[in-house]
């Protein structure tokens, strides 16, 4: 069965490290996500993505984080410097299609400890 | 802004018994709305959703849940738990003109023998 792979599955660094989470989303999906979930909290929506460019975002996604999709099978988030408030398990989703029968198929998380 | 609320982060079953998982939303415009389970170590699986239509919405494993409008809920339940439904449960909604979920806190659920 087709499925969301992410990698690392979990990735510790110092604080204003670069960190650069990776996914790769089922093949024939178009729309990508990232979500994140502080312990203990909601998982929280960061952005979405579809034909090479952001669709919408949240008010966490700020200058620090970016998203690409270099080479047509991986989805990145990049953190330029992280900070403490960025450890979080980071979730990555893909759509095949939006809309409300749109499911999203998410990764298993990769867990960024920042210390 | 819209929002999930999840009563009981932890809820505690026997085995056969029945499963109720609450969740509210708070919109003036009903959204579209969904059930993820989560296993350890895994993922976000989605176990069912409502998007239009008839109000009583069955999912996988046995689980079903149901659109109140008046009420502005959606409920999860199971008649009869299994050991294999342990998980964190996470109820969401889509609302319209937007393409992100607006989670829940999540619901443990343990099932004892």
């Known amino acids: 069965e087709p499925e969301v792979t992410q990698t690392p599955s979990h990735q510790v660094t110092q604080m204003g490290q670069e960190v650069i989470l990776r996914c790769v989303p089922i093949s024939n999906h178009l729309y990508f996500y990232w979500y994140r979930q502080i312990l203990g909290q909601k998982v929280e929506f960061l952005v979405s993505?579809?034909?090479?460019?952001?669709?919408?975002k949240s008010e966490i996604f700020d200058d620090q984080f970016s998203v690409e999709r270099p080479d047509g099978s991986n989805f990145t988030l990049k953190i330029r410097s992280t900070k403490l408030e960025d450890s979080a398990m980071y979730f990555c989703?893909?759509?095949?299609?939006?809309?409300?029968?749109?499911?999203?198929?998410f990764g298993e998380g990769s867990r960024l400890t920042v210390l | 802004a819209q929002s999930v609320t999840q009563l009981g982060s932890h809820v505690s079953v026997s085995e056969g018994a029945l499963v109720l998982l609450r969740c509210n939303y708070s919109?003036?415009?009903?959204?579209?709305l969904f059930w993820y389970v989560q296993y350890p170590n895994q993922g976000l699986q989605l176990l069912l959703k409502y998007t239009t239509g008839a109000t009583l919405v069955k999912g996988i494993n046995g689980f079903e849940a149901e659109f109140k409008k008046s009420e502005t809920s959606f409920h999860l339940t199971k008649p009869s738990a299994h050991m294999s439904d342990a998980a964190e449960y996470f109820c969401a909604v889509r609302p319209y003109n937007t393409d992100k979920l607006i989670f829940g806190t999540g619901t443990r659920l343990q099932v004892f023998p």
């Open positions: 993505f579809y034909n090479n460019e952001i669709s919408e």
């Open positions: 989703a893909s759509s095949d299609r939006q809309g409300d029968t749109g499911e999203l198929f």
């Open positions: 919109s003036s415009v009903p959204p579209y």
